[in-house]
């Protein structure tokens, strides 16, 4: 039996049709960037993750540079980070260029660890650049309440999590459930087609309540400019959403909810096989989070063994990630490579993400699981 880690052809013919038909009136009506789908889209997103404004741009990385410009963030500032994340998150830091501060991780939900936020603050620090990753939400109670207690700016780089939500009413009361995404100054998406709402190509999208925050997106997105008159104020970009991403987007929306449904029975299915063998750790579900699964990701010290195990039975899976952000080339020239991360680099020898896809058979699932169980 063959089993894919993504198998995005399965998705597409379900919503063929509907698909068909709004690319095609798209095509027809000959507008092609920013129009009525991109307006409509941004209107549903910002109404689904419970928003003001949402507004759309070319992709997920580009959604983290531009937040970043936005709150005017650059040279001789500090965002703190995590090392464990889709290379993008750290890059778009360095490439405003500002600094990336990286802090460790915690073990069980592979989030940065909230213990080590306040000592890595400086007078420099702008912003915490927070990562939702694999769809586990941080707990944002404590978090937003670090980031006001310094003045901090809080941007969630949502693109693992759209539909994650999380508990953010204090220890106390009834909770109050909001998207990730939602809960900081802003959130970023991506649309990347493997992602729990995925485009045809690239896409991302900024979330905020803040309406001066949206006006300078818009207008970084269009290379700063302020309206159509070629008069430019900022030192903006070309990163626009093309009407046929959104038109696609739009249908893709109606079914997100019911595909991260999906994902999280084939994750209580592997759960209830995996979690009876010692060697290995199941991803955990803080009680403050609804986990959106857009990755489904064990820990056992035999990794690589059961990867090469598991091809040969046909079946693939992904390492998310095998190096931290601190040990990547790139970031050597600025010593990186001599910080103390241990967590987060024994954690990338460990983990390895299973197929966990909403269209997967659940018979399929019980296969991989049940191949986990004869390795070891
Ligand atoms: C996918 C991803 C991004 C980048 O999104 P693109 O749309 O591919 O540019 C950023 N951060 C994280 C955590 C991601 O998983």
Redesign the pocket.
Known sequence: MEIPIFDLKKQYKLIQKEIENSVKQVLKNGHYILGPNVDALEKSVATYCGTSYAIGVA??????RLSLLSLEIGKDDEVITTPF??I??AQAITQIGAKAVLIDIEEDNFNMDLDKIEEAITEKTKAILI?H?FGHTMDMRKLLSIAKKYNLFLIE?A??SFGSECNTASFDSPPQWKKAGAMGDIG?L???PT?NLGGFG???MVITNKKEITDKMRSLRMHGGNSNNYSYDLLGYNSRLDEVQAAILRIKLRYVDQWIKLREKRASLYNKVLSKIPSIKIPVCKPYTKHSFHAYTIKTPLRDKLKKYLEKHGISTKIYYPIPVHLQKMYKNLNYDKLNLPVAEKICKQVLSLPVYPELEEEKILYVAKKIVSFF
Do not use: E, M, P, R
């Open positions: 992709s997920g990385t580009d959604a983290l994340t889709f993008a998150t990562v990753i780089d693109a693992q970023c991506s649309f990347y992602k690239d896409g991302g």
